[in-house]
């Protein structure tokens, strides 16, 4: 059947009420009402499968936890379950002394007397009696006059009364009357008040605080708009006799899904309760949603006396006993109510997040309220016990903005506005290949494999494993020391998983880095945006730097504009170190898979990257990372040994060459720690070695004394000779990892003979287990062609 061409012809609309001077409009309501949570009575009722007593405890025990002091538990006469739930709380003592357990009964004198006897024995008790009183209802259901009406209300409640100060009597329970002119939003609002006095009249001894009489004013169909029922509560409230010894109560239906707007405009009209369900059960579409209600005094500066500060734990009960879902879209409750999926909004609400951050530490020093103001979220989803975990979900419809924010919120990082762009494509490429909701996993992921970012399952094929950043003065030397320094990059970089040693300058750390990368690799970038921020405080604190790369070529301003460019980012304790990693990262993106030049060993004359190249080889055969002077002085001897083998030498060749230059040797046999003893002399602050060595295969017994176990070696050593050393380098480093784990150190010593012949340096390298047994090899090892000199220097002098 279609829908009809002229509705009026079928349904009627509401009567308006002639309510001059009405007053609620402009009122402000600045306090929370009565509530009474009727969702096991009314919102029970509606349920296919009723609760059981078991589902009944638990809901009562969740509305105790909420903190709500009257709740309608039951409609005793209905069932044996709900009467014995009843008398389970009561006997059980499980009602708190100040909560007012309601009972529901028609009008019928059987169904009070069993009503009364379910709460026998309780502390506080509100029985509430119901009979419809609207023309329908008379002419349908009761086939009643008004006066048949009235005389039924009257009837039971002096039965009630009765009844209840019989109990009262017997047991000592508080009896408090509450009476619903059932139907009163189609109730003629003259009528609803003559039943009501006539009540009112009947009970006889309404009072004031506890002695108050209820009258519960229900929507029991929502027929009109909300204003309609605050006209009519304002009505209602105006005419009543003995205003003060009356507590007015609503009871809306949300048939017109207005329910909480009539509630919350009723208030304003004069009511001092709301009777409803959590999340909105109840018959048909639902009693008024009480989370809703409290929630929305909430936001407006208004604690509501109810606290829903655990949602989630509130909604999983409601939803078992209920065995209801919350609608995802439901006020404060629903799943996706602080989620924010379209672009613009996600946008909004990282920069409200920004901006409520500053704005609150500015707050915070002045002393001033820190108050919420997010867009699109008009409540803290903290203060409901949620994350802000959900805020934010990305799907083909989502902006960089909110993708930014997923970054940030699980990353820590604050991608640059052009990155944020440059990702969200990718994200975006993702979300409609796969036309699904991008979960924070998936954008966790994507990024980190985008950017090679966070462990080594998303490394990059160029890794970066050790470096070092050094300065010198720049040539032809300008005066302003800010300027006039350029730097040195000095690292290990793994390349397709082989070790390559690289250097290069620049006037700063990714300058260098990148010239080493062109010289080494043939990768010819520069850098066209760069930022950093910090990631946490204090000394937990770390860099994370963003970079821009774009094609070497490409910087004249309008080519460098529209280059194809590649992001990259960097974490680091230290902030060159995050800047590298951030270049690293672009480059990986840059490289692809494109070939790049592979090691050659060509220690030619004219190698001009001969020397990296060398330091390679050792690093990749002897795990040893060279310093950079050590490898200008390998290089030499390289070279002088590839001359005398007609410019070229073999890998092997060129390890044998650095063992024998070095006294390098794994193995115990041509320099060893036997056994040595470090002393602390507490008066001078030295230190003093004593022990057992072999230096170039022949035991040694040596004794020093110097500022450290080095110093004291070397003072050992010059007790044997006429000349002198010292210690002109060191530097060490570790091998491996964990309990494998070794030290590899590196000494160059000067010589100075004693008749003043000129003075020649020398290294030893040596590894070991212990950090002052490698040094103290090292040391040893860099002697070995001291001896003979000093020997020689000594024949000279006789
Ligand atoms: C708007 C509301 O939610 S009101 C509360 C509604 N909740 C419930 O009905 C749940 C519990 N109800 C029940 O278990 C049963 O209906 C009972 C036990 C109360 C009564 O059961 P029954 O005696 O079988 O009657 P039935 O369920 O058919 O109820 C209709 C009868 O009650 C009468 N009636 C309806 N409301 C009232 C009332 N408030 N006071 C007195 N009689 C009433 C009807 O006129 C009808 O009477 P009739 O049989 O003489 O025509
Ligand atoms: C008993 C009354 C208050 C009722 O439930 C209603 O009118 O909906």
Redesign the pocket.
């Known amino acids: 059947m279609p829908m009809l061409a002229d509705p009026s012809i079928k349904y009627k609309p509401y009567t308006p009420l002639d309510l001059p001077n009405r007053q609620w409009p402009s009122k402000v309501n600045r306090s929370p009402p009565i509530w009474l949570s009727t969702d096991l009575r009314?919102g029970n009722?509606a349920l296919a499968n009723p609760m059981t007593v078991a589902q009944k405890s638990i809901f009562f025990d969740t509305l105790l936890k909420c903190g709500f002091k009257e709740i309608e538990v039951a409609?005793p006469?209905?069932?044996d379950t709900d009467f014995n739930f009843v008398r389970g709380l009561i006997e059980q003592g499980r009602i708190p002394d100040d909560v007012w357990i309601q009972v529901?009964t028609?009008?019928?004198e059987d169904?009070i007397k069993r009503t009364v006897d379910a709460v026998a024995g309780a502390k506080k008790a509100i029985i509430h009696m119901?009979?419809?009183c609207c023309p329908t209802f008379r002419q349908v259901?009761?086939h009643n006059s008004k006066e048949d009406t009235v005389k039924l209300a009257v009837k039971h409640t002096e039965i009630v009364r009765k009844l209840t100060e019989e109990c009262a009597a017997k047991y000592g329970t508080q009896f408090r009357y509450q009476y619903s002119p059932?139907t009163f939003s189609q109730t003629e609002p003259e009528f609803a008040l003559e039943v009501c006095e006539a009540v009112k009249k009947a009970w006889g001894k309404a009072g004031l605080g506890d002695e108050r009489i209820i009258f519960n004013l229900?929507a029991?169909v929502e027929i009109g708009p909300p204003n309609h029922y605050a006209d009519l509560v304002e009505h209602f409230c105006r005419h009543i006799s003995e205003r003060e010894k009356i507590i007015i109560s609503l009871h809306p239906h949300n048939d017109r899904g207005t329910s909480v707007a009539a509630a919350e405009l009723a208030i304003l009209a004069g009511a001092d309760r709301v009777e409803g369900c959590l999340f909105g059960n109840g018959?048909r579409t639902g009693n008024v949603d009480l989370v809703n209600l409290a929630l929305n005094l909430y936001t407006q500066g208004v604690h509501p006396g109810v606290d829903f500060s655990d949602i989630q734990a509130v909604i999983d009960v409601v939803t078992a006993c209920n065995d209801l879902p919350v609608h995802p879209r439901h006020p404060y409750a629903g799943e996706l109510v602080f989620t924010a999926f379209s672009g613009s909004h996600q946008d909004a609400i990282k920069k409200g997040f920004e901006a409520q951050r500053a704005r609150h530490q500015q707050d915070e020093r002045e002393g001033r309220n820190k108050y919420w103001d997010i867009p699109y979220l008009p409540i803290d989803p903290a203060d409901l016990g949620c994350n802000y975990e959900a805020v934010i979900r990305v799907n083909a419809q989502s902006g960089k903005g909110g993708i930014a924010y997923l970054v940030q919120q699980h990353l820590g990082l604050d991608m640059p506005r052009k990155m944020q762009i440059s990702f969200y494509q990718v994200v975006q490429d993702i979300a409609d290949r796969e036309a699904r909701e991008m979960t924070v996993e998936d954008i966790t992921t994507a990024f980190r494999k985008t950017y090679h970012f966070g462990g080594s399952a998303y490394e990059g094929r160029l890794v970066l494993k050790s470096y070092r950043i050094s300065s010198e003065p720049a040539p032809g030397g300008l005066t302003d020391e800010s300027v006039d320094e350029r730097r040195q990059f000095d690292g290990t970089i793994s390349v397709d998983g082989v070790l390559r040693v690289i250097r290069g300058d620049g006037n700063g750390p990714l300058s260098a880095l990148l010239d080493a990368l062109r010289t080494h690799l043939d990768i010819d970038l520069s850098v066209r945006e760069y930022s950093e921020h910090t990631i946490g405080t204090d000394q937990n604190a770390k860099a994370a730097s963003y970079v821009e790369l774009v094609p070497q070529g490409a910087d004249v301003k309008e080519t460098r504009q529209s280059a194809e460019s590649w992001w990259g980012v960097g974490v680091d304790s230290d902030i060159a170190g995050s800047g590298l990693r951030a270049v690293l990262s672009a480059v990986n993106s840059a490289i692809g898979d494109r070939q790049l030049p592979e090691l050659k060993l060509s220690v030619g004359f004219n190698a001009t990257t001969g020397q990296a190249d060398v330091a390679t080889a050792i690093l990749n055969s002897l795990q040893l990372e060279l310093p950079r002077r050590l490898q200008a002085s390998f290089f030499e001897v390289v070279q002088r040994a590839a001359r005398d083998h007609g410019g070229e030498i073999s890998y092997d060749d060129l390890v044998r060459l650095f063992r024998e230059s070095y006294g390098y040797y794994e193995e115990e046999g041509r320099f060893a720690v036997k056994s040595f003893k470090l002393e602390h002399l507490t008066d001078s602050g030295r230190s003093r070695l004593s022990g057992n060595f072999i230096i170039n295969g022949k035991a040694v017994a040596l004794e020093g004394e110097g500022s450290g176990p080095l110093s004291a070696a070397v003072e050992a050593v010059n007790r044997g000779l006429d000349g002198k050393v010292s210690i002109r380098e060191y530097a060490e480093h570790s091998i491996g990892e964990g309990s494998d784990v070794k030290a590899a150190s590196y000494v160059e010593i000067a010589y100075e003979g004693p008749g003043g012949s000129p003075k020649f340096t020398t290294w030893g390298v040596a590894i070991d287990q212990d950090i002052t047994a490698s040094g103290l090899k090292a040391v040893l090892a860099a002697t070995r062609a001291v001896e003979n000199a000093d020997r020689a220097e000594k024949a000279g002098h006789q």
Request: glycine share 0%; proline share 10%; aromatic share 16%.
């Open positions: 009314d009722q409609y006469a209905a069932s529901l028609p009008a019928r169904l119901y009979n419809a259901v009761f059932e229900p029991t018959e």
